[in-house]
């Protein structure tokens, strides 16, 4: 997974600081939403958290993350929803919301990068 610096920059109006704090943002959800995906939880409930996910990833430029979500969310609004099918989407929806929350830390560590800091300072 990856962070889409380009996207993350831009939707922060070029600021390197608010684009790290939006990153902080999306942890903090990351955290909050990430606690309704359980398979037991009836689809609506986990739909509606990987729904939040998927417009999350979508902020910061985790595409690929945000593709991952909205395939679970399709899902959980179908009406055709097993165990196991909800099991295998939950878990995908785990695996990469943890690969995009390892991203997002190498992403801090880019936008910390003396010469983002220098060319904001110059453009204040």
């Known amino acids: ?6 996207h993350l920059l831009a ?6 600081e608010l684009a790290d704090e939006v990153l902080d943002i999306f942890r903090g959800q990351a955290e ?3 606690r309704m995906l359980d398979a037991s939880l009836p689809e609506a409930q986990w739909a509606d958290a990987v729904h939040t996910l998927k417009g999350a ?3 910061i430029g985790a ?3 945000a593709e991952i979500c909205k395939t679970a969310e399709t899902l959980g609004r179908s009406g055709q929803v097993t165990r196991v099918s909800a099991a295998t ?12 929350i390892e ?3 190498r992403a801090s560590y880019a936008l910390s990068k003396p010469g983002l800091r220098a ?3 110059a453009n204040s």
């Open 1 to 6: 997974m990856k962070i889409d610096l380009q």
């Open 11 to 16: 939707m922060a109006g070029g600021d390197p």
């Open 32 to 34: 909050t939403w990430g």
């Open 57 to 59: 990833a979508l902020s």
């Open 63 to 65: 595409h690929e993350f």
């Open 89 to 100: 989407a939950i878990s995908d929806v785990k695996t990469g919301l943890v690969e995009t």
């Open 103 to 105: 991203a997002c830390a």
């Open 119 to 121: 060319s904001k300072a």
